[in-house]
C-alpha cells in the first residue's frame, strides 16, 4: 500500500502550509519516516526526517528553522509544517521510510505515492 500525501496548494511567499502523509503499518511501525520534495528537472532529495519515537530529527540546511516535522503514531501519519516558504519551496512533496547510511538519508522503498504540489506564488 503506497502512503498518501496531502495538504499541498498554492501559497503566497511567506506562508505556511501543513503537510500530511498517511502510511499503511507495514511501511510506517518501527520505522524513521521523512519527507522528500522533487521540482521539475531536479532530483528527489531529502527535506526532513524523525525517528520513531520522535525523539531524531534531520533537516535539510534548506529549511531549517522554517520546517517542522512529526508524527502520530496512533494515526500512522507525518506531519510537516512548512513556514516562511518561497519560491524554491515549490516541489512536489512525498514521504517514505527511511534509513541512515552513515552519510544520508534515504527511502527504505521504491515505491512512491502521487505526493502532494506545493506552489509558492511571488
Known amino acids: 500500500v503506497l502512503p498518501e500525501e496531502s495538504g499541498g496548494g498554492l501559497v503566497q511567499a511567506g506562508g505556511s502550509l501543513r503537510l500530511s502523509c498517511s502510511a499503511s503499518?507495514?511501511?510506517?511501525?518501527?520505522?524513521?519516516m521523512g519527507w522528500f520534495r522533487q521540482a521539475p528537472g531536479t532530483e528527489r532529495s531529502v527535506v526532513a526526517t524523525?525517528?520513531?519515537?520522535?525523539?531524531?530529527?534531520y533537516y535539510d540546511d534548506s529549511v531549517k528553522g522554517r520546517f517542522t516535522i512529526s508524527r502520530d503514531n496512533a494515526k500512522h501519519t507525518v506531519y510537516l509544517q512548512m513556514n516562511n516558504l518561497s519560491a524554491e519551496d515549490a516541489a512536489v512533496y512525498y514521504c517514505?521510510?527511511?534509513?541512515?547510511?552513515?552519510?544520508?538519508?534515504?527511502?527504505?522503498?521504491?515505491?512512491w505515492g502521487q505526493g502532494t504540489q506545493v506552489t509558492v506564488s511571488s
Open positions: 517514505n521510510s527511511v534509513f541512515y547510511s552513515g552519510t544520508y538519508w534515504y527511502q527504505m522503498y521504491d515505491h
Open positions: 503499518g507495514s511501511m510506517y511501525t518501527g520505522y524513521a
Open positions: 524523525i525517528g520513531w519515537n520522535s525523539d531524531v530529527t
